[in-house]
T-cell receptor, first 117, second 116 residues
């Protein structure tokens, strides 16, 4: 049972290069998220998606783009990487919680460590 | 303003003792959910425990319990009988209603180190 899978796990980029992080989930979840984790700042939401074909900005969206062409996949792109984007990136997914309780945890991937030189 | 504040960047606890990790939150909604996650050195995020704002009792899951004080807007995690494997980063998070994406807002985390 894979859950949430992120690729690649590690990547080193030079300033100005582009790359795409892939997230795949096999739990048929409606909602998917990309967070970045930086020391002392916890996890901050970059972008999220509430369903196939939809995306929305989170707290720190600048410099990133996302796409959700298939329900199970959520891609995070960096068009022109900057050293400030050196971070650990986490993808997560959750069930749709339309109305009702606020319970329902996020299921996370193992993280992708990106270094921009 | 920070929605989730964890004031302890790092803490030590002796093995087999109990430890409390602090979390305060800020919301004007009467309905919300509070979560704790554990992140061991291997990096994955592990869900530990959930508390709903209307839950009558404090949440418990094995050795984890949540000391929920609504009036003080605090949701401290209590780990009883600490084990070496409890050494990790711990994150408090909140979900508010009217949140189109059901996302969680996280605190900065507390690094717990268990001493043998």
């Amino acid at each position: 049972n894979a859950g949430v899978t992120q690729t690649p796990k590690f990547r080193v980029l030079k300033t100005g290069q582009s790359m795409t992080l892939l997230c795949a989930q096999d739990m048929n979840h409606e909602y998917m998220y990309w967070y970045r984790q930086d020391p002392g700042m916890g996890l901050r939401l970059i972008h999220y998606s509430v369903g196939e074909g939809t995306t929305a900005k989170g707290e720190v969206p600048d410099g990133y783009n996302v796409s959700r062409l298939k329900k199970q996949n959520f891609l995070l792109g960096l068009e022109s990487a900057a050293p400030s984007q050196t971070s650990v990136y986490f993808c997560a997914s959750s069930e749709k919680l339309a109305g009702g309780p606020l319970h329902g945890e996020l299921f996370f991937g193992e993280g992708s460590r990106l270094t921009v030189l | 303003a920070q929605k989730i504040t964890q004031t302890q960047p790092g803490m030590f606890v002796q093995e087999k003792e109990a430890v409390t990790l602090d979390c305060t939150y800020d919301t004007s909604d009467p309905s919300y959910g509070l979560f704790w996650y554990k992140q061991p050195s291997s990096g994955e995020m592990i869900f530990l425990i959930y508390q709903g704002s209307y839950d009558q009792q404090n949440a418990t899951e094995g050795r984890y319990s949540l000391n929920f004080q609504k009036a003080r807007k605090s949701a401290n995690l209590v780990i009883s009988a600490s084990q070496l494997g409890d050494s990790a980063m711990y994150f408090c998070a909140m979900r508010e209603p009217n949140n189109a994406g059901n996302m969680l807002t996280f605190g900065g985390g507390t690094r717990l180190m268990v001493k043998p």
